[in-house]
């Protein structure tokens, strides 16, 4: 406190205005003419007492008001799924870019049936449980050359539905490739859920100089 009587931290943190005096919060002892001299010398006695604890709590309450307040998950604020890749197959039976979520066993199957094309002998069905689970699927379609890919990066909780982050990646400077047709196609599980599915995309070309 100073000659002014300005308490300690008594001035807002980040206020234009003045400070305000300590003593304006503080409680005022006053003498009613008709107390005896032992109570108002107890009441006094109190008064200092309140004055000091008042005065000793005021760091306190100023590091309570100046430390910063710790961050809290917001409901909306995207969170990561847990995602497991099934496959990844550059050479596929998909000549469209797709982005497919399956939900039930029968249209798992057919589209597995479309991804595997032609190939003998065909590749095993991945096994989903349907009842806890299900498949996200992208697509990139058909390519003239080798070099190129397609992944599935991140799902994340997302405003009631779920958010897919898909990257496509082709080749670029001083890359050699195969000229062979290629139709690249990623599948991953993640738990089921009945809300909504938007696809992010992200393009990318990769150089090999």
């Known amino acids: 406190?100073?000659?002014?009587?300005?308490?300690?931290?008594?001035?807002?943190?980040?206020?234009?205005?003045?400070?305000?005096?300590?003593?304006?919060?503080?409680?005022?002892?006053?003498?009613?003419?008709?107390?005896?001299?032992?109570?108002?010398?107890?009441g006094k006695e109190d008064a200092t007492r309140l004055w000091i604890a008042l005065l000793l709590a005021l760091p306190a309450l100023a590091a309570c008001r100046a430390r910063p307040s710790q961050s809290q998950e917001t409901p909306g604020v995207d969170q990561s799924v847990t995602m497991e890749t099934l496959?990844?197959?550059?050479?596929?039976?998909?000549?469209?870019?797709?982005?497919?979520?399956?939900?039930?066993?029968?249209?798992?199957?057919?589209?597995?049936?479309?991804?595997?094309?032609?190939?003998?002998?065909?590749?095993?069905?991945?096994?989903?449980?349907?009842?806890?689970?299900?498949?996200?699927?992208?697509?990139?379609?058909?390519?003239?050359?080798?070099?190129?890919?397609?992944?599935?990066?991140?799902?994340?909780?997302?405003?009631g539905g779920l958010a897919v982050v898909v990257r496509e990646t082709a080749p670029g400077r001083g890359c050699f490739v195969t000229q062979a047709l290629t139709a690249p196609v990623t599948a991953v599980r993640v738990p089921a859920h009945d809300g909504p599915v938007r696809f992010i995309e992200q393009k990318e070309t990769q150089d090999c100089e």
Do not use: C
């Open 87 to 159: 496959f990844t197959e550059v050479y596929s039976g998909i000549d469209d870019a797709r982005r497919v979520v399956v939900r039930d066993a029968a249209s798992w199957r057919t589209l597995w049936d479309e991804i595997v094309g032609a190939r003998t002998p065909p590749p095993e069905l991945p096994a989903v449980d349907f009842g806890s689970e299900m498949v996200i699927v992208a697509a990139m379609g058909q390519r003239g050359s080798g070099g190129h890919s397609i992944t599935i990066d991140e799902v994340r909780a997302d405003d």
């Open 1 to 42: 406190m100073d000659a002014r009587g300005w308490g300690v931290n008594a001035h807002p943190l980040g206020s234009r205005d003045p400070p305000v005096p300590l003593a304006r919060y503080l409680p005022r002892y006053r003498v009613d003419p008709k107390t005896s001299p032992d109570n108002a010398k107890k």
